[in-house]
């Protein structure tokens, strides 16, 4: 694995400090001249890019029950950043290559070379000085003087949906142009639709290769909270202890149907 020294030592420093069940695990790591090497856990089923974007090619569509299993260790995994550890995480970059699945589709977040720590009871992380995380799944507040909290984070997982971001809509020469148009006419229409009084309208944003083979509520579950979680105003979106508790009270409750 090749990374910038800062990035390789932030990634070392950052395992030091959390153990959770979706957070992907370094077993160790070598420094050695130039030589630098991270060692990370077995998972089976690689990265959740490889089954959003290549189902056709590799015949690995992810049904719906498995991606609502996937959103919600997702979720727990970066409630447990924001909430629960010492000192707070902020990953910074949070998208489905840095997702790692395991043999029973449990979500494991990876790439830690961004993660920022944030003391607990502070107000986030003053502005970086550049700007390192990947275009389409970077909240605003990356491009502003507004300090950065792990409301960024939550941008980038409602983000985080079965339609790829390429590098050739999201390159630096064009600056991610086409993407910005593309996805707020999908957060503007959706919340039309959401409007219309009926549930026709989730089958214009559920995924087309799965045919119909989807529950209704984990599909709208997902939609709605993906928009909450992808508010331009910071402080109207999600906290991701409030997506955990969502999504899980929608599990149980398909589970009792």
């Known amino acids: 694995m090749v990374q910038g020294e800062e990035e390789f030592w932030a990634e070392v420093s950052t395992f030091g400090r959390i153990n959770h069940m979706n957070l992907a695990r370094i077993w ?27 189902s056709f090619e590799n015949n690995t569509l992810l049904e719906c029950g498995k991606r609502f299993k996937v959103a919600l260790g997702i979720a727990k995994g970066l409630a447990y950043l924001h909430h629960e ?49 990947t275009k389409g799944y970077m909240a605003s507040e990356w491009t502003t003087n507004l300090p950065l909290t792990s409301k960024v984070d939550v941008y980038s997982y409602g983000v985080v949906r079965g339609v790829r971001l390429s590098s050739s809509t999201l390159d630096d020469r064009r600056g991610g142009e086409e993407y910005i148009v593309e996805f707020t006419s999908y957060v503007r229409l959706a919340k039309v639709k959401m409007q219309e009084g009926d549930d026709s309208w989730i089958m214009d944003f559920v995924d087309l290769r799965l045919e119909g083979e989807y529950n209704k509520n984990q599909a709208a579950m997902m939609i709605q909270i993906g928009l909450l979680c992808v508010d331009d105003d910071k402080n109207k979106r999600s906290t991701m202890e409030s997506v955990v508790q969502v999504l899980a009270d929608c599990e149980i409750e398909v589970a009792t149907v």
């Not at 070598?30 to 630098?36: A, F, L, M, Q, V």
């Open 28 to 54: 160790g790591f070598c420094s050695e001249g130039k030589h630098r090497l991270l060692v990370y856990e077995y998972v089976e089923n690689a990265s959740l890019d490889k089954h959003l974007f290549l």
């Open 85 to 133: 550890c010492l000192e707070w995480v902020i990953h910074c970059d949070v998208k489905p290559e840095n997702i790692l699945l395991d043999c029973d589709f449990e979500a494991k977040i990876s790439d830690f070379g961004l993660a920022k720590l944030c003391q607990r009871g502070g107000h986030g992380l003053a502005k970086m000085s550049n700007i390192r995380g």
